[in-house]
């Protein structure tokens, strides 16, 4: 057990947090985009899932690594469009429409790597281009802080960047700001001369560029290669971490840290002969449990805040 | 009269989506496959070629029928818990220690077993239901994650508790023999679950339509202010449909392994719960149609199975088609204009010949269609912290 606690605080396993934090803090933001304009997006694990696959296709198809992120950031924007098309044009339900993409991109991912491959299990038979590792000048040469924060994947950087452009896009463009209209009251915001659709249509596809990014992640810098739903969940975790962060970037960001945190312990784990099994329920049952710690503060929170309303309430009345 | 077009309307969608799907079924059989007449053939005609494989559209329906009866009692209630695939499972797991430990006369160890698989499906599915009442959690995320940590946990204790060793691949200890569902139809395995589906269906229906609970789950569903205004107990209501949905699912997982297998063979969980979310929309989230609407989607999926058998196009086309017409299902506005333009058509009729002190009748097109309550969106109710969209 204490070798455990030692391993937590060593610099392979903040190492390994930031790394398996990655394609949770891509998604989340991407959520975090959505829901600030009034769409939960549940169509994220799909989304992912596919350009995964088409990042390695694109990538082996078209002989580099570019080809192999313009086509999954292709197939992120097409799966975003029939989303949103669905969802807000058809008005169909968020929740089957998600479902729906998620169903889809399930048998689609198969249907076509068996179809390129022949197998329908893992893309291994494909040559496929990672994003690089960089290592960071200055830093990775800090004795223990180098080992942990330098030498990750490009898109890990790329991640965290973007928790910082998310801030600037939501609170400094009037682009953000419109959405954020939309999302907070669309009747006010139609009435001010705000396309609310377009708005959310637009949201839906930036969104989609992160979270193909993200599912990009797994298959071409967790791995380097894609394996039958490789996704594992992760946009589900990805949408309740953007829900505990209040659907704020950082807040976003640090919740996925924190889910990642027990997506890491698990990985440690394993190598202690707990059986594999039991230890890959752990982050779900986080996830679980941190919705949960969550909405009990927030309900503590409403009845505080109510209960000094209604204080002040008889107060001006008396 | 509005009944009336709301049945065309309804009617047409329906047939104009299943002629969607088989039309995908042809451009992608015809874009991929090398002797594309072969495929297709063997999908839409194989199976009815043999009873055995008109028998194994019965068999795929069975699990079907189950999920979906779950997935429309929690939909109906107004809440979108994803838990049937879960409590499925779980079901499976539950009825497999009883069927493997067991030791009992050959008609009520089945029954046993069965019986257990439904408890421990309800008591999966009360998790984010009790939650959800408790705490205000989103009931579609911890049922999501609940789902992962049912499939490990079953998986866990198959391989820890009751593995096979001999055996290469997982699989469990063979079940007592005692234990066997019968086959009720000669020449296929077609088991006497089906039956018992087919029985909890229709009472599901008398259930909806014709209890006290049952109107108090549809008004909870259908209009929650409503229902609380009312004084139905709507929290309460909420749980007890996902707890009976999640026994459904459970009495449908024991079924499923007892009626077609003789050890626990899966590596991950099935699908059928997702699956069943097709069939309940297909089915118009009325109990009484889910016995066709699962029979049609197990006939694809058979047909994708000896079209995949037979050529080479593989099974995977038939998660695909099912996506589609699920997008297709629920699209609201889908025909919403044609529907309106009837209405009012008829109205105007009505205004016209009828006698003057009768008033027309309303253009009210929010009457049937497929009006799930909309989660998330358009809900602004930043006071209250149980209606979020997570």
Not at chain 1, 53 to 69: D, R
Not at chain 2, 162 to 186: C, D, G, K
Not at chain 2, 280 to 299: D, Q
Not at chain 2, 350 to 368: F, Q, R, V
């Amino acid at each position: 057990m204490s070798g455990l606690v030692g391993y937590i605080f060593s610099s392979d396993f903040l190492y390994m947090w930031i790394r398996v934090a990655t394609p949770l803090i891509l998604p989340a933001l991407g959520a975090v985009i959505c829901n600030r304009s009034g769409v939960v997006h549940l169509g994220l694990e799909g989304i992912m899932l596919t350009a995964a696959l088409f990042g390695v296709l694109g990538g082996a198809l078209g002989g580099s690594l570019f080809w192999g992120i313009a086509a999954g950031i292709l197939i992120s924007l097409l799966l975003s469009v029939l989303f949103a098309y669905f969802h807000l044009s058809l008005r169909a339900n968020n929740v089957l429409c998600g479902t729906a993409i998620n169903t889809i991109a399930g048998g689609f991912t198969v249907f076509v790597l068996e179809l390129i491959t022949g197998e329908k299990g893992t893309s291994s038979s494909l040559r496929s281009f990672s994003f690089p590792n960089v290592n960071i000048p200055l830093v990775e040469d800090i004795p223990v802080l180098g080992d942990v924060l330098s030498g990750h994947n490009l898109l890990t950087y790329i991640a965290i960047l973007m928790v910082f452009a998310v801030v600037f896009l939501l609170y400094k463009t009037p682009l953000g700001l419109r959405m954020r209209a939309v999302g907070e009251n669309p009747n006010a915001a139609s009435s001010v001369g705000v396309n609310v659709t377009k708005m959310r249509f637009t949201a839906v596809l930036i969104s989609g560029v992160l979270i193909g990014l993200g599912g990009m992640y797994l298959s071409m810098g967790y791995l380097n290669m894609f394996t039958r739903d490789m996704t594992a969940g992760r946009g589900f975790i990805a949408l309740a971490a953007a829900a505990m962060g209040q659907s704020t970037p950082v807040g976003a960001f640090l919740s996925a840290m924190v889910f990642a945190f027990f997506d890491g312990l698990s990985n440690i784990l394993q190598l202690l002969r707990i059986p594999a099994e039991f230890v890959q329920m752990l982050p779900y049952i986080a996830t679980i449990a941190g919705l949960t710690l969550y909405s009990i503060q927030r309900i503590y929170r409403f009845k505080r805040k109510n209960r000094l309303r209604v204080i002040e309430a008889e107060k001006s009345r008396q | 009269m509005n009944r009336r077009i709301n049945l065309i309307v309804d009617l047409t969608k329906m047939l104009l989506i299943i002629l969607i799907a088989c039309v995908l079924v042809f451009i992608i059989v015809f874009l991929t496959s090398q002797e594309p007449a072969d495929a297709v053939y063997s999908f839409f005609v194989g199976p009815f070629t043999s009873l055995r494989r008109i028998g194994n559209i019965v068999e795929a329906a069975t699990p079907l029928m189950f999920t979906a009866l779950a997935v429309i009692i929690i939909f109906r209630a107004g809440q979108f818990s994803m838990i049937s695939e879960g409590a499925f499972f779980i079901g499976i797991l539950g009825a497999m220690i009883v069927a493997i430990t067991g030791r009992m006369p050959p008609g009520i160890h089945p029954l046993a077993a069965i019986v257990f698989g439904g408890f421990c499906g309800a008591f999966v599915a009360s998790v984010p239901a009790v939650l959800k009442m408790m705490w205000g959690v989103s009931e579609l995320v911890t049922s999501i994650m609940l789902n992962y940590v049912v499939q490990f946990f079953t998986i866990y204790v198959v391989s820890y508790h009751y593995r096979e060793i001999t055996s290469s691949s997982l699989a469990s200890l063979l079940f007592q023999e005692t234990s066997a569902m019968p086959v009720i139809v000669e020449g296929t395995r077609v088991h006497l679950g089906v039956i018992v589906a087919l029985v909890l269906c229709f009472l599901g229906f008398l259930f909806l339509q014709r209890t006290r609970l049952g109107f108090k789950l549809r008004v909870t569903g259908d209009n929650l202010h409503f229902a609380q205004y009312a004084g139905v107990g709507a929290a309460g209501v909420m749980v007890s449909a996902q707890v009976l949905a999640g026994a459904i699912a459970g009495i449908g997982g024991g079924a499923e392994l007892l009626g077609m297998y003789t050890r626990f063979k899966w590596t991950s969980s099935p699908g059928y719960g997702w699956i069943g979310i097709v069939v309940a929309l297909l089915a118009r989230r009325n109990p009484l149609l889910v016995p066709l609407a699962a029979a049609f989607i197990g006939y694809l999926n058979v047909g994708a199975d000896i079209m995949a058998r037979s050529s080479d196009v593989s099974r995977e086309v038939v998660l695909i088609i099912q996506g589609v017409m699920m997008l297709l299902i629920a699209s609201e506005a889908l025909l919403q204009h044609w529907r309106q333009k009837l209405i009012v058509k008829a109205a105007e009729k009505e205004a016209k010949e009828g006698n003057d002190d009768a008033p027309p009748e309303l253009p009210d097109a929010s009457i049937g269609g497929n009006d799930i309550p909309y989660t998330g969106v358009d809900t602004p109710t930043p006071n209250s912290p149980d209606q979020e969209g997570l």
